[in-house]
């Protein structure tokens, strides 16, 4: 099994910038694939991106691909998203995924919450 965690949800202001962690333990050489992912309150599920833990260059939702920016450490098992210029639609919970394939995303985290507000 593969364990997540995410780390670094809270309260901001619009315009702030805020960067979550995702935390991979457990059987994670069957990871190859990370995603983080959103769902604002009432609504479904959005894709915001991925990145593999070898060489290749992250993927990005067209939404937020100006305002966003995710990385990786892979000697941590944690990837990162950087979330820049902050508005109150961006409020949800973010959560990481990790996929044995291309979108075959399997294990979930629990989730941390983003809210932004004046």
């Known amino acids: 099994q593969v364990q997540l965690q995410e780390f670094g949800g809270g309260s901001v202001q619009p315009g702030a910038s805020l960067t979550l962690s995702c935390v991979a333990s457990?059987?994670?050489?069957?990871?190859?694939?990370m995603g983080w992912f959103r769902q604002p309150s009432g609504k479904e599920r959005e894709f915001l991106g991925s990145?593999?833990?070898?060489?290749?260059?992250?993927t990005y939702a067209a939404s937020v691909a100006d305002r966003f920016i995710i990385s990786r450490d892979s000697a941590k098992n944690t990837v990162y998203l950087k979330m820049n210029n902050l508005n109150v639609e961006d409020t949800a919970m973010y959560y990481c995924a990790s996929a044995p394939r291309y979108q075959e995303y399997d294990h979930w985290g629990q989730g941390t919450q983003v809210t932004v507000s004046s």
């Open positions: 457990g059987r994670t050489p069957n990871t190859f694939l």
């Open positions: 990145i593999t833990w070898g060489t290749e260059n992250p």
